[in-house]
């Protein structure tokens, strides 16, 4: 429910007992959901790149929420070695998972780079490394009562264009590969849920954006490995001072927030903002690009993901 026009939030229920799960927690929107998650009493772990900034982040969050229960583990998204290490780590402790938030990402590097497995970088951290670890953390999902995987895309996923004679973009252009990791990852959520419903896996799949918010995830992609970016920084830095098109981290998470926890978040829905264009506002349904609606794509590309990360999920 909306409790102010102002400043738009979300009432989060109970969560105490919870287990939550966020990817790239120690900074932007994934720093902003496992506050709103520890303050309403779930358990969270941090799942992060640099362990070094995951304390920092521990120790920030622990100063506004003392009874806040965290802690860190390593994960890189881009390894699907580092991946499968935490699946098994989690999987050995044996604790059933609650909420899973795929949210870290890279956005726009200006030159092509690649994952430790030879995948195009934003395809394979921002789609590949998150299809593989939920299959890894699938079994502590199925066994919690009722649990929740939600992805976080983008409202460039309109411009996205699955082209499966390139997934890798090795006709590399950074906004046409960002865009295509982001179509993928809604795409994912879709189909994932779907696949749920039909094997009765117990698990909820949702998607959401957060339509232009300010973090720094438009700093890290163009600035990758030390690039220069200075006209792209410049032109973001200017339009950040238009106030009706940007918001900030505490009003950028409530889409993906409101998908985690709320009773009234459906299965395969898709959460956004919602005032103008789906940039800045209090979460509603997300309109989905037509291109995510291809039932024929999403299993093919369900498919090749298994493939080229040697997962596997269950038959449905």
């Known amino acids: 429910m909306i409790t102010s026009k102002l400043l738009p939030d979300i009432d989060v229920p109970d969560l105490h007992g919870r287990l939550?799960?966020?990817?790239?927690?120690?900074?932007?929107?994934?720093?902003?959901?496992?506050?709103r998650l520890?303050?309403?009493?779930?358990?969270?772990?941090?799942?992060v790149r640099n362990e070094q900034k995951g304390v920092e982040a521990v120790k920030r969050l622990r100063e506004q929420i003392p009874e806040a229960t965290l802690s860190i583990r390593h994960l890189d998204l881009a390894s699907l070695s580092s991946i499968a290490g935490f699946g098994e780590e989690l999987t050995t402790e044996g604790r059933p998972?609650?909420?899973?938030?795929?949210n870290a990402g890279l956005m726009m590097p200006p030159v092509r780079d690649e994952t430790e497995d030879g995948c195009e970088l934003q395809f394979g951290t921002n789609h590949l490394g998150h299809f593989a670890l939920t299959a890894h953390l699938l079994p502590l999902l199925r066994e919690a009562t009722s649990s929740r995987v939600v992805s976080l895309s983008s409202l460039i996923a309109r411009?996205?264009?699955?082209?499966?004679?390139?997934?890798?973009?090795?006709?590399?252009?950074?906004?046409?590969?960002?865009?295509l990791s982001k179509l993928a990852t809604l795409m994912f959520a879709r189909e994932l849920n779907r696949r749920s419903v039909v094997g009765g896996w117990g698990v909820r799949s949702v998607a959401a954006h957060p339509g232009a918010?300010?973090?720094?995830?438009?700093?890290?992609?163009?600035?990758?490995?030390g690039a220069s970016a200075r006209v792209f920084l410049a032109a973001n830095k200017a339009s950040h001072r238009i106030g009706w098109m940007w918001q900030q981290v505490d009003q950028g998470i409530l889409p993906a927030l409101y998908a985690a926890t709320s009773p009234a978040a459906a299965g395969g829905g898709?959460?956004?903002?919602?005032?103008?264009?789906?940039?800045?506002g209090a979460p509603a349904p997300a309109r989905l690009p037509p291109r995510s609606l291809n039932e024929a794509?999403?299993?093919?590309?369900w498919s090749m993901s298994e493939q080229l990360t040697g997962v596997t999920y269950p038959t449905a």
């Open 20 to 35: 939550a799960v966020v990817t790239g927690a120690n900074s932007g929107l994934g720093y902003g959901l496992t506050g």
């Open 270 to 280: 898709y959460y956004g903002p919602g005032g103008f264009g789906e940039l800045t």
């Open 159 to 179: 411009t996205g264009r699955l082209d499966f004679d390139d997934l890798q973009s090795l006709r590399y252009r950074p906004h046409r590969a960002y865009a």
């Open 297 to 301: 794509d999403a299993r093919r590309l």
């Open 213 to 225: 918010t300010v973090t720094n995830l438009q700093i890290t992609g163009p600035t990758h490995k």
């Open 97 to 102: 998972i609650d909420i899973l938030l795929n």
């Open 38 to 47: 520890a303050r309403a009493g779930a358990e969270v772990i941090l799942a």
